[in-house]
């Protein structure tokens, strides 16, 4: 499966942006999702994941009650909404797509998307 993720920017500390993950190629809803980010000199930290069908979703504790991650099979979409934004949270994201079910490790997932930019200024 091929992801294209889109939506970073620059915001303020305390504001929202909502992440999008487009998907093309095979099935989308045959695979468990997840986004991850990444500062520079530091390895990839997974946010959040969820499962084939959207029942099932999973948080890194930084960013439980503030991030949503969810999923829209119909339309071949992964999404992430981010609020209450804090500028640690400043970081490349990337979507990724894995066939092993409630991972978070990196290794696990083999598709990646090529990343956007989060900035958030305080």
């Known amino acids: 499966v091929q992801l294209q993720a889109s939506g970073g920017g620059l915001v303020q500390a305390g504001g929202s942006l909502r992440l999008s993950c487009a998907a093309s190629?095979?099935?989308?809803?045959?695979?468990?999702m997840g986004w991850f980010r990444q500062t520079p000199g530091k390895e990839r930290e997974f946010v959040a994941g969820i499962s084939w069908s959207g029942g099932r979703t999973y948080y890194a504790d930084s960013v439980k009650g503030r991030f949503t991650i969810s999923r829209d099979n119909a339309k071949n979409t992964l999404y992430l909404q981010m609020n209450s934004l804090k500028p640690e949270d400043t970081a490349v994201y990337y979507c990724?797509?894995?066939?092993?079910?409630?991972?978070?490790?990196?290794?696990?997932?083999?598709?990646w998307g090529q990343g956007t930019q989060v900035t958030v200024s305080s």
């Open positions: 190629g095979r099935t989308f809803s045959s695979y468990a």
């Open positions: 990724a797509a894995t066939v092993v079910a409630g991972t978070v490790v990196p290794h696990d997932f083999g598709s």
